[in-house]
């Protein structure tokens, strides 16, 4: 694999006292290299978002990154003050993280819900489904990425 882009080591991120499990992120480790597509997929409330909110530093008051490392090009943006989030948030290396984040999702979920209300319930049908979707990610996502 070359060098990443985004790497995510050993995140963790805690939840309030009154959640219903202590983190909501736990122990995290990811590696994005440019050109790369990858797509994150889990269960509603499984941290997906939490994850994505974490890498640009963009978490609810309540929320707290507790462990680990985002290197966003080798800079940890763990220990990034404010206002280097900001100008880090407004680069060219940033600028297409969140909208890429979102259109994932969204066509994650559009797939998986056409798929469901399809009743392909078969492991076949949904792998079909998923690499539909994935050749769609591809041709949408990999000319921003460069």
Do not use: F, Y
């Not at 066509?107 to 949904?126: V, W």
């Amino acid at each position: 694999m070359a060098e990443p882009i985004l790497e995510i080591k050993g995140l963790a991120v805690e939840l309030p006292p009154w959640a219903d499990r202590p983190q909501a992120v736990s122990d995290t480790s990811l590696a994005l290299a440019r050109d790369e597509i990858l797509c994150v997929v889990g269960e509603s409330g499984s941290g997906k978002s939490v994850m994505a909110r974490a890498v640009m530093r963009l978490l609810p008051e309540h929320l707290r990154a507790s462990a680990g490392a985002i290197l966003l090009e080798g800079e940890d943006l763990m220990r990034a003050t404010p206002s280097r989030m900001r100008e880090v948030r407004g680069s060219s290396r940033a600028q297409g993280l969140d909208r890429i984040a979102v259109m994932a999702a969204l066509n994650i979920a559009h797939e998986l819900l056409q798929a469901r209300q399809n009743n392909e319930s078969d492991s076949g049908a949904l792998a079909q489904h998923l690499q539909a979707m994935r050749t769609k990610l591809d041709a949408a996502l990999a000319p921003r990425l460069k």
